[in-house]
């Protein structure tokens, strides 16, 4: 069973940790995802601030395995932001990887947005990460579109969004 609840102030710095692994990760396997260094503690402080984090830790276990950033408006990445909610920098402790972890959090994601009457999860991901992009399609997500960022700011990424199941 995991342990998915809301961020605290205090557990900003090992998110950020995750991240750093996950950065380091991808770039020793030269998959360009996440820059090395881009988010930096403060930004993910302010946002552990605003409430857009969970994080995950196993029954028993003090350290946070999993963590991920949801929010209801993302008009940078989706122009015609709506219905949904966004799920952004998801990440895992690598000694995790392959137990459903990842799987767990989106799961999270998917019954929060319920829970709060929202119809659909979206997310992005780089488009030249062909590994993630058939890891969501096996999440149930579906490609939906691109975006290209024209000032070079980011990467181009593919959309993906996975709507759910509405009850009467």
């Not at 961020?7 to 995802?33: C, G, K, M, V, Y």
């Not at 395995?65 to 966004?86: F, H, N």
């Not at 947005?113 to 399609?137: F, H, K, M, Q, W």
């Amino acid at each position: 069973m995991l342990d998915v609840r809301a961020a605290r102030t205090n557990d900003a710095p090992a998110i950020l940790a995750l991240r750093h692994a996950a950065e380091d990760w991808l770039a020793s396997r030269s998959i360009d995802q996440w820059s090395p260094g881009e988010v930096p503690l403060s930004t993910v402080r302010l946002q552990v601030s605003r409430g857009e984090f969970v994080v995950a830790r196993y029954p028993g276990s003090s350290p946070i395995v999993a963590a991920m950033r949801t929010i209801r408006s993302d008009p940078e990445i989706w122009p015609d932001d709506g219905d949904a909610l966004y799920v952004h920098g998801l990440v895992i402790d690598r000694r995790h990887a392959g137990t459903g972890l990842g799987a767990a959090m989106l799961d999270h994601a998917a019954r929060s947005a319920a829970d709060a009457g929202i119809s659909r999860v979206r997310l992005d991901c780089a488009e030249t990460n062909p590994t993630l992009r058939r890891y969501y399609l096996g999440q149930g997500f579906a490609e939906v579109g691109r975006r290209e960022f024209e000032d070079g700011k980011w990467f181009s990424v593919t959309l993906f969004e996975k709507r759910l199941k509405t009850w009467p």
